[in-house]
């Protein structure tokens, strides 16, 4: 079915199998008995298989009860199996540049680091939060660690600690402290206190942010795990209101780790296009089933003194 999908309900058309050798025309016709046909045309290449749309549903689904598993005089006693079916989703593909390298995106402070953990490290940190609880969100599934991120207020409560980070992120911990740029910072990035693990399923991404200035400091950083997406930044020419904005993207592969300091972090949105496939260096990169993503932050005790204050919710 090149152009549909088999349906978890009744839809107007159906998927018709066993019909080699039968002319399109003749199939259209006989379903016709059931009412208005628009079209019968080849599901796949192998023409043994048929896509008959119906005007109605009613008729679609009367012509499966009839003759769904049973044999059709119509079409020479052929034994037909017959099946709902829906018109594919559209593939939505990245409509900005996708750049595979941080620096050419040339927005201050912000890093991607390829292959940052091993194949066998990932596994062990895809088990570790798949044997904790998830707390599910409308399209996704999160844990917190460290304080509870709170959706609403898009904030913590720092009265509420939940405890320590557990025993098996310290050497994913120890690694990051050793990147570089992260001893550079204006302000202080370690230790991270706060931890979101997210899990995104195929098709879902995140809405166009910036990371609550009151509510974190210094860096934040993200693993990509399971599988890649690409990430969108825009710079608003006004906080939330203007229709003018810049748009830059960037590939960001699985087991890679982003870095937001400065002015990426401060005063860039970023976002996470609601995509199943995304077209990179003119190749379409289908995403996987899901991508879990690691995100450190450290919560802030104080008043935000960054030079981006019309994104700044402290200035």
Known sequence: MEGFARAVGATRHLYVANCLGIALESVK??????????????????????????????????????????CCGALGERALVIEFAAPRE?????????????????????SLLTEFISSREEERLLQEVDARPWQALAKRRVQHYGYEFLYNARNVDTSKFLGE???????????????????????????????TVNEYPRGVGLSPHIDTHSAFQGSIISLSLAG???????????????????????????????ILSGESRYGWHHYIPHHKFDLVSGQSVPR??????YTFRKVRHGPCRCNFRQYCDSQ
Do not use: H
Not at 288 to 293: G, I, L, N, P
């Open 29 to 70: 016709a006989a379903f016709s008995k059931f009412g208005p046909v628009l079209d019968a045309c080849a599901a796949d290449s192998s023409k043994a298989r048929v896509i008959v749309s119906f005007e109605r549903e009613a008729d679609a689904a009367a012509a499966r009860d009839a003759w769904n598993r049973q």
């Open 288 to 293: 996987e089933s899901r991508r879990v993503s």
């Open 90 to 110: 559209r593939i939505k593909l990245v409509e900005v540049p996708v750049s595979t390298s941080a620096q050419e995106l040339g927005i201050p402070g912000l």
């Open 228 to 258: 890649p997406c690409v990430m969108e930044f825009r710079k608003y020419a006004s906080e939330g209101v203007s229709p003018e904005f810049e748009r830059k993207a960037l590939f960001l592969p699985q087991r890679s780790l982003l």
């Open 165 to 195: 980070f557990p025993d098996f992120l310290q050497p994913l911990l120890e690694k990051i402290s050793s990147i570089a740029e992260l001893q550079e910072t204006s302000e202080a990035t370690f230790p991270f206190d706060q931890l």
